[in-house]
């Protein structure tokens, strides 16, 4: 990743990788910098560690130094809730004033897309972290994905490794995280 132009473009930082989190802290200074408003795509949140709050290290780092942020959330995959099409926008705002305004604006945008979104998923999600022990039942769930995941990757690896004629490096498997894997592989070679 070229990170100097990545950093360059911080409108959007994409939360895919817990490699972008170690990164977390240039990442603010240059959104800081530069004045812009982080805007967070937060999918995969407690597969890549496994724990809810290691896993939203970036936006509590924004969120810390006083920065005005968005987080878009989906559940499809954090609640196991893919037919639903359940997802939040949160907007951190630094006034009640400055809330205010953005919920107009969001209002406004929503109204003339969906109007009234379907509210079983939302309820399902409400259901779930309001009850401390469906809440706990669902992190304990995800921290043994969080493990099954590491531990494919740590058998893809092996096997890779061992197969591979051509002693190719496939350390990457381990040292990135989460669900999806850069492989470096062109189509002919997939
Ligand atoms: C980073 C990221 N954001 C958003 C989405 C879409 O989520 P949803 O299932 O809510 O459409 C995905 C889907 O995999 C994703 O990887």
């Given at each position: 990743m070229d990170l100097s132009s990545y950093y360059m473009d911080v409108h959007t930082i994409r939360q895919e990788s817990i490699q972008l989190l170690s990164k977390g802290k240039r990442f603010a200074d240059a959104t800081q910098e530069k004045k812009n408003i982080p805007y967070f795509d937060i999918?995969?949140?407690?597969?890549?560690?496994?724990?809810l709050d290691a896993d939203a290290y970036s936006i509590s780092l924004f969120v810390d130094r006083g920065l005005e942020l968005l987080v878009a959330q989906s559940y499809s995959k954090k609640l196991g809730l893919y037919a639903e099409r359940i997802g939040a926008i949160n907007v951190v705002c630094l006034s009640s004033d400055a809330a205010a305004r953005v919920k107009i604006q969001l209002k406004r945008l929503a109204r003339p897309m969906y109007s009234n979104p379907p509210v079983h998923g939302a309820r399902i999600v409400a259901n779930i972290v309001r009850d401390p022990n469906l809440f706990d039942e669902r992190k304990q769930e995800m921290e043994l994905m969080a493990g099954r995941i590491k531990n494919v990757r740590r058998r893809l690896h092996e096997n890779l490794s061992q197969k591979d004629e051509r002693r190719s490096d496939w350390s990457c498997i381990l040292k990135q995280i989460g669900m999806p894997s850069y492989t470096g592989l062109n189509k002919a070679q997939v």
């Open positions: 999918a995969y949140q407690g597969f890549a560690s496994g724990s």
